[in-house]
Nanobody, 114 residues
Framework: QLQLVESGGGLVQPGESLRLSCTAS????????IGWFRQAPGKEREGVSC????????HYADSMKGRVTATRDKTNNTVYLQMNSLKAEDTAAYYC???????WGQGTQVTVSS
């Protein structure tokens, strides 16, 4: 079965960090560009980052630039999103997406609260 599965979300305090994982099954993640998106309650889904296939080039949304890093792990067929200095406004469900194949993961919840 071809799918993307996110994990790593949770409840953290402002200023703390989380690393989200997006693991693929049924296909090789490294062959494709992978995007991270988030959606907060009552808001539209927005792009957070993108990591290119083959090149590994990355792009980040202005709202998270300097606080987030996307990397690949070929061995585990996984893309990670390291998020640092988290803020309350980062609270959202985070999704990974493979635009070429049209797959979305089920999402993982990130809540930043004191």
């Amino acid at each position: 079965q071809l799918q993307l599965v996110e994990s790593g979300g949770g409840l953290v305090q402002p200023g703390e960090s989380l690393r989200l994982s997006c693991t693929a099954s049924g296909f090789t993640l490294d062959d494709y560009a992978i995007g991270w998106f988030r959606q907060a309650p009552g808001k539209e889904r927005e792009g957070v980052s993108c990591i290119g296939g083959y090149t590994g080039l990355t792009h980040y949304a202005d709202s998270m630039k300097g606080r987030v890093t996307a990397t690949r792990d070929k061995t585990n067929n996984t893309v990670y999103l390291q998020m640092n200095s988290l803020k309350a406004e980062d609270t959202a469900a985070y999704y990974c997406h493979c635009p070429t194949l049209g797959y979305w993961g089920q999402g993982t919840q990130v809540t930043v609260s004191s």
